[in-house]
């Protein structure tokens, strides 16, 4: 087992907490902060395109709320569907954000889904790559793919559990594992969690964090699934370096049976 403090790292950045979290679809600029702080994450992601971050002077900015000194802003590229859209946001968080390089990167293949088109993600990410980008990127679970993406320099990959804002859970963990496996970069859930058990599941399958925002936003009660979702990632990440049991066929008693007295 590791010793010490439980750390991962993107790029030059260290961080403690591995549950990121998105900042749509809550009610309000207070109820977002209220939930992030509860979530006790460290990483934020924004929709460049939906969301203020000073491109419209004299409306409520998140960075007000949840300041960049305080935490590390993830813009995304949410609602893009080619690869030139994607770029063209990632280049606009760049001057928003005062020459901010880490983002990530999302291009949707199918409105109903929201799956993403592959080849446009490979496109984009070649080109943010080639312009200095921290690019983490939102993928399909084909541990192929992921292997590309890493192979061009992504920063992480982030394969999807299921679709977005489904709240299905982990899918197919079997793909996760693989990718998990192959990796030399950082390996994050991204899509398909609902509850916290989810979450769960994904750091016991070796991840090293989950993204998420729809299973908090739309939670009845943002704020306690924020911390239900803190408790669950960490408890996940404990029982993956502990290292559960071999499953077995057959029953092995807690107490041994050697030595009764008849």
Not at 91 to 102: M, N, P, Q, V
Request: hydrophobic content about 45%; proline content about 5%; some cysteine.
């Amino acid at each position: 087992m590791e010793q010490g403090i439980d750390t991962w790292r993107l790029g030059a950045r260290t961080f403690r907490s591995r549950l990121l979290v998105g900042t749509g679809k809550y009610k309000d600029l207070d109820a977002t902060r209220r939930a992030v702080m509860a979530s006790g994450a460290e990483v934020v992601t924004v929709a460049v395109r939906r969301t203020n971050l000073g491109q419209n002077p004299g409306e409520p900015n998140l960075l007000d709320v949840l300041p960049p000194e305080r935490f590390t802003i993830l813009p995304n590229t949410a609602g893009c569907y080619s690869a030139d859209e994607a770029v063209r946001t990632c280049r606009l968080a760049r001057e928003l954000l005062g020459d901010h390089r880490l983002v990530k990167l999302e291009v949707i293949g199918d409105k109903d889904s929201l799956f993403p088109d592959m080849m446009e993600t490979i496109k984009a990410a070649e080109v943010l790559v080639r312009e200095g980008f921290e690019v983490m990127v939102y993928t399909t679970d084909d541990p192929v793919a992921a292997k590309r993406l890493e192979a061009m320099g992504c920063a992480a990959v982030m394969p999807l559990a299921a679709p977005i804002g489904s709240g299905l859970g982990i899918r197919n963990p079997l793909n996760i594992r693989m990718i998990v496996e192959n990796a030399q970069v950082p390996v994050l859930v991204d899509a398909g969690v609902g509850t916290a058990s989810d979450a769960a599941v994904a750091m016991e399958l070796g991840c090293d964090g989950v993204l998420m925002n729809t299973a908090i936003a739309a939670a009845r009660d943002p704020v306690l699934m924020a911390e239900a979702m803190r408790k669950a990632v960490e408890a996940g990440r404990d029982a993956y370096r502990a290292g559960r049991m071999a499953r077995r066929m057959h029953a092995d008693p807690s107490s041994p049976i050697a030595g009764l007295i008849v």
